[in-house]
């Protein structure tokens, strides 16, 4: 943020006010789910009864008589409930734990899997929601969705995959729905992650306005774009530089991203097959190992990305490796030349960031005490020496690699597109007050800049997550967006006077 930008002056902000709408907002939220969580007890109820006569094939159409809607909203209500009564999940939403958009998440999820691994899964998510409910962790029904999805992975990575296999090929179709007003929606329905990932990349990139005079609001472009590249009238891929189309590019039905960028962040060994930690497609979420693989098997350009114990991102290298499409040997022999490079040089700022922490006095004293290990990026705010305003190449690498979404709580705006629909790298602290250090700077989408800039304040924790204070005072964590299992802490090993190493590259 600029010098001289204003702040919301929080004298004329009606402080107590505020607080009071919230409070009554939040109660009255509190008692829908409850609420809602009493629906489904009756409507299980309703089942039972007419179960006892030999009617519970009647329980939905009844449902809906009584609700006054649909009979496709009244199924789904008793599916959700069935489901939600065999894990244990009724009472505490009942308690006001679990909300009506996150029951459906859970039913939706979990009720495709056998009774042991629902109830497990389901304990673990409970435990989750209450040491968020402790520290004010705002999990929308898209991130609960991603969480229960990489447990999934993680806990059945055979049974996810044959469930996402099953269903991409029971539920396959491209449908037209008319709208009362003559349009039509055109919907593709079950398609691969990555393939959808790519097409909304591959609209976007050729949804820019073609010029000044381009007054078409961003959903018309993005509309006529996707009508425009599958009717070919624009060529594919074309180069904005050089005007060339080159021909031949990728061959039928290869597999996405061919033609096109989706980004995956992924650890080494779950891209070796030594691990089962699920890959994350950017703006999508975790994919299983079959999805990874046909992605890594379609020409993939590898980056290698260093990752502090908690899994945030510390260093980025310049080298790139393409092992080429369809080649699982020299895929493999790419992982292993990248498993087995140096690790970044703690010594030199130019492997992690363009502005290092000063060394305390007593790293200065002593040449021969190690650096501290830890994320280097998250160093403490620099008093001086700010330098220019704009973010280097490799500091916008390692942000894009840190944080691939907006890290306001609950937002998916994916920061990190290749076109202008993405996100502001916002300073923490306002520049020049703060510095243009990766320690103090963090992408935002326009909305949430333009809402930070209004008297909000952040504080980016060791472990990735980040504290948002309203003006208020009031609070909320935007959690770290690489979850991970903590890795075994690794001493630097030192190597010459004054230089240490990282053993391993995480």
């Not at 943020?1 to 204003?6: L, S």
């Not at 505020?18 to 969580?37: K, P, Q, Y």
């Given at each position: 943020?600029?010098?001289?930008?204003?702040v919301?002056?929080?004298?004329?902000?009606g402080?107590?006010?505020?607080?009071?709408?919230?409070?009554?907002?939040?109660?009255?939220?509190?008692?829908?789910?409850?609420?809602?969580?009493e629906?489904?007890?009756?409507a299980?109820?309703?089942?039972?009864?007419?179960?006892?006569?030999?009617?519970?094939?009647?329980?939905?159409?009844?449902?809906?008589?009584?609700?006054?809607?649909?009979?496709?909203?009244?199924?789904m209500?008793l599916?959700?409930?069935?489901?939600?009564?065999?894990?244990?999940?009724l009472?505490?939403?009942?308690?006001?734990?679990?909300?009506?958009?996150?029951?459906?998440?859970?039913?939706?999820?979990?009720?495709?899997v056998?009774?042991?691994?629902?109830?497990?899964?389901?304990e673990?998510?409970r435990d989750?929601?209450?040491?968020?409910?402790?520290d004010?962790?705002?999990?929308?029904?898209?991130?609960?969705?991603?969480?229960?999805?990489?447990?999934?992975?993680?806990?059945d990575?055979?049974?996810?995959?044959?469930?996402?296999?099953?269903?991409?090929?029971a539920?396959?179709?491209?449908?037209?729905?008319?709208?009362?007003?003559?349009?039509?929606?055109?919907?593709?329905?079950?398609?691969p992650?990555?393939?959808?990932?790519?097409?909304?990349?591959?609209?976007?990139?050729?949804?820019?306005?073609?010029?000044?005079?381009?007054?078409?609001?961003?959903?018309?472009?993005?509309?006529?774009?996707a009508?425009?590249?599958l009717?070919?009238?624009?060529?594919?891929?074309?180069?904005?530089?050089?005007?060339?189309v080159?021909?031949?590019?990728?061959?039928?039905?290869?597999?996405?991203p061919?033609?096109?960028?989706?980004?995956v962040?992924?650890?080494?060994?779950?891209?070796?097959?030594?691990?089962?930690?699920?890959?994350?497609?950017?703006g999508?979420?975790?994919?299983?190992?079959?999805?990874?693989?046909?992605?890594?098997?379609?020409d993939?350009v590898?980056?290698?990305?260093?990752?502090?114990?908690?899994?945030?991102?510390?260093?980025?290298?310049?080298?790139?490796?393409?092992?080429?499409?369809?080649?699982?040997?020299?895929?493999?022999?790419?992982?292993?030349?990248?498993a087995?490079?140096p690790?970044?040089?703690?010594?030199h700022?130019?492997?992690?960031?363009?502005?290092?922490?000063?060394?305390?006095?007593?790293?200065?004293?002593?040449?021969?005490?190690?650096?501290k290990?830890?994320?280097r990026?998250?160093?403490?705010?620099?008093?001086?020496?700010?330098?220019?305003?704009?973010?280097?190449?490799?500091?916008?690498?390692?942000?894009?690699?840190?944080?691939?979404?907006?890290?306001?709580?609950?937002?998916?705006?994916?920061?990190?597109?290749a076109?202008?629909?993405?996100?502001?790298?916002?300073?923490?602290?306002?520049?020049?007050?703060?510095?243009?250090?990766?320690?103090?700077?963090?992408?935002?989408?326009?909305r949430?800049?333009?809402i930070k800039q209004?008297g909000?304040?952040?504080?980016?924790?060791?472990?990735?997550?980040?504290?948002?204070?309203?003006?208020?005072?009031?609070?909320?964590?935007?959690l770290n967006?690489?979850?991970?299992?903590?890795?075994?802490?690794?001493?630097?090993?030192?190597?010459?006077p004054?230089?240490?190493?990282?053993?391993?590259?995480?």
């Open positions: 943020m600029p010098a001289g930008q204003g919301l002056a929080t004298s004329i902000l402080v107590g006010e505020l607080d009071r709408i919230g409070d009554r907002m939040e109660a009255r939220e509190r008692d829908r789910s409850v609420h809602h969580a629906q489904l007890a009756d299980l109820a309703v089942h039972r009864t007419l179960k006892v006569a030999g009617m519970d094939l009647s329980a939905g159409p009844q449902l809906a008589l009584f609700l006054g809607c649909s009979e496709h909203r009244a199924e209500l599916s959700d409930a069935k489901v939600l009564d065999r894990i244990g999940a009472e505490p939403m009942r308690a006001g734990l679990l909300t009506v958009e996150q029951s459906r998440v859970v039913a939706d999820l979990l009720g495709v056998e009774d042991e691994l629902g109830l497990r899964l389901w673990r998510l989750r929601l209450e040491l968020d409910k402790a004010g962790v705002l999990r929308p029904p898209a991130r609960l969705r991603e969480l229960l999805q990489r447990w999934l992975i993680e806990s990575p055979q049974g996810h995959a044959a469930r996402r296999k099953e269903a991409a090929e539920d396959a179709d491209v449908e037209l729905w008319k709208q009362d007003n003559g349009l039509v929606d055109l919907v593709t329905r079950s398609l992650a990555a393939d959808a990932q790519a097409c909304v990349d591959r609209i976007e990139e050729h949804a820019q306005p073609f010029g000044p005079e381009d007054q078409r609001p961003a959903g018309v472009r993005r509309r006529d774009a009508r425009d590249l009717l070919g009238r624009t060529a594919l891929p074309f180069d904005p530089d050089t005007g060339e080159p021909t031949g590019c990728c061959p039928p039905g290869s597999t996405a061919c033609g096109a960028n989706v980004f962040h992924v650890r080494l060994d779950s891209a070796l097959g030594e691990s089962s930690d699920p890959a994350d497609l950017v999508h979420g975790p994919i299983d190992a079959a999805a990874l693989q046909d992605i890594l098997l379609a993939p590898l980056h290698l990305v260093w990752t502090d114990s908690n899994g945030v991102p510390m260093a980025v290298d310049d080298r790139t490796w393409r092992p080429g499409r369809g080649d699982p040997t020299a895929l493999h022999e790419a992982l292993r030349d990248i087995t490079g690790p970044p040089d703690t010594t700022p130019r492997h992690l960031d363009d502005h290092q922490p000063a060394p305390s006095p007593a790293d200065a004293a002593d040449p021969a005490r190690p650096p290990t830890g994320p990026v998250l160093c403490r705010p620099h008093l001086a020496d700010t330098g220019a305003y704009r973010p280097t190449e490799r500091q916008k690498r390692l942000l894009r690699a840190r944080a691939p979404r907006c890290e306001w709580p609950g937002c998916g705006r994916r920061a990190s597109r076109v202008a629909a993405g996100c502001d790298l916002d300073h923490d602290r306002p520049w020049p007050f703060g510095p243009t250090c990766a320690c103090n700077l963090g992408p935002l989408c326009r949430h800049h333009r209004l909000w304040i952040k504080h980016r924790r060791a472990d990735g997550s980040i504290r948002w204070t309203s003006p208020t005072g009031r609070s909320w964590t935007s967006q690489h979850p991970r299992q903590a890795t075994r802490r690794v001493k630097p090993l030192r190597v010459a004054g230089v240490w190493r990282l053993p391993t590259a995480a």
